[in-house]
């Protein structure tokens, strides 16, 4: 283990870090059942998935997931709006081809046009569905990249996930009132 860690230069290092701390919010909020507490441990998850990025150079990915979190802000206030849904999917395009390098950032962007659907449009299990397809994409760039806390991270972000789907299906048949809504 420290002759792997002795290969790897800082930069690398500081984004395997960032990946580890990423790991904990977003299992912290795909582990809540409350939507909102959600998006506000994405957001801190996303500030240290962007380092990550950026210390792996994946810029692409680092300026969308920059865009995560602008992304996260807008659907709070703004969620089921059309107009600045499609506007954030065309910023994301724009970000993505401007930072392009590669085929690997195919991922990244996958991942945007699932999260800003996901989090514009839905709530309850079809978001969480949206947001397990949104990761699963970022784990193929995470281990596209070599980041084993990236890659980590959106692996227990898609298993935490599913199990809170799990759990949110068992609270609807137990509970089908408080689903009305």
Same mark, same amino acid.
């Given at each position: 283990?420290?002759?792997?860690?002795?290969?790897?230069?800082?930069?690398?290092? @500081?984004?395997?870090?960032?990946?580890?701390?990423? @790991?904990?919010?977003?299992?912290?909020?795909?582990?809540?059942?409350?939507?909102?507490? @959600?998006?506000?441990?994405?957001?801190?998850?996303?500030?240290?998935?962007?380092?990550?990025?950026?210390?792996?150079?994946?810029?692409?990915?680092?300026? @969308?997931?920059?865009?995560?979190?602008?992304?996260?802000?807008?659907?709070?206030?703004?969620?089921?709006?059309?107009?600045?849904?499609?506007?954030?999917?065309?910023? =994301?395009?724009? &970000?993505?081809?401007?930072?392009?390098?590669?085929?690997?950032?195919?991922? +990244?962007?996958?991942?945007?046009?699932?999260?800003? &659907?996901?989090?514009?449009?839905?709530?309850?299990? +079809?978001?969480?569905?949206?947001?397990?397809?949104?990761?699963?994409?970022?784990?193929? =760039?995470?281990?596209?990249?070599?980041?084993?806390?990236?890659?980590?991270?959106?692996?227990?972000?898609?298993?935490? =996930?599913?199990?809170?789907?799990?759990?949110?299906?068992?609270?609807?048949?137990?509970?089908?009132?408080?689903?009305?809504?």
């Amino acid at each position: 283990m420290i002759d792997l860690i002795a290969d790897m230069t800082l930069a690398e290092v @500081l984004g395997q870090v960032c990946g580890l701390v990423a @790991l904990g919010f977003c299992i912290a909020g795909f582990a809540n059942k409350n939507d909102d507490r @959600l998006m506000v441990l994405l957001i801190s998850a996303n500030v240290a998935f962007a380092l990550m990025f950026a210390f792996f150079e994946s810029w692409t990915a680092s300026a @969308l997931t920059v865009l995560v979190i602008v992304r996260i802000t807008l659907a709070r206030k703004y969620q089921g709006n059309w107009p600045i849904m499609l506007g954030m999917l065309a910023v =994301n395009l724009v &970000v993505a081809w401007a930072t392009w390098k590669s085929i690997t950032d195919v991922f +990244p962007l996958a991942a945007a046009v699932f999260g800003t &659907v996901g989090m514009f449009m839905l709530r309850g299990i +079809p978001l969480r569905l949206m947001l397990a397809g949104a990761a699963i994409s970022w784990m193929l =760039n995470n281990i596209m990249i070599g980041s084993v806390g990236g890659t980590l991270a959106e692996g227990m972000v898609v298993i935490t =996930n599913f199990i809170t789907i799990y759990r949110l299906v068992r609270m609807k048949r137990r509970y089908p009132q408080a689903f009305d809504t």
